[in-house]
């Protein structure tokens, strides 16, 4: 079993920066991809970004490709979503998930993941 923390939601302006953490529990972190999603009010749960095992390989949703970053740091069980020049429509709960289907690429769909963390909220004003 993992455990997923997420850290680092909060307030923002428009065009302003943050970035979520996500602390994952367990010795095998290295091998299994990571994603990112969110979910605004009334919406469905939507792919933000993934990353896999090692790090070499990253997808975006086109919404946030070039301004969003995901990266991880095996040996501190985390990874990382950086995100810059953040819009309104940005405003989300934010997750990070599991894909425990050691050494694949990482995946798209929400259903392919196996845990989830509690999520962190982003709040962007206009």
């Known amino acids: 079993q993992v455990q997923l923390v997420e850290s680092g939601g909060g307030l923002v302006q428009a065009g302003g920066s943050l970035r979520l953490s996500c602390a994952a529990s367990?010795?095998?972190?290295?091998?299994?991809?990571m994603g990112w999603f969110r979910q605004a009010p009334g919406k469905e749960r939507d792919f933000v970004a993934a990353?896999?095992?090692?790090?070499?390989?990253?997808y975006y949703a086109d919404s946030v490709k070039g301004r969003f970053t995901i990266s991880r740091d095996n040996a501190k069980n985390t990874v990382y979503l950086q995100m810059n020049s953040l819009k309104f429509e940005d405003t989300a709960v934010y997750y990070c998930?599991?894909?425990?289907?050691?050494?694949?690429?990482?995946?798209?769909?929400?259903?392919?993941?196996?845990?989830w963390g509690q999520g962190t909220q982003v709040t962007v004003s206009s």
């Open positions: 998930a599991a894909d425990l289907n050691y050494y694949r690429d990482p995946v798209r769909h929400r259903l392919e993941y196996d845990y």
């Open positions: 990353i896999s095992g090692r790090g070499s390989t990253t």
């Open positions: 367990g010795r095998t972190f290295s091998y299994y991809a």
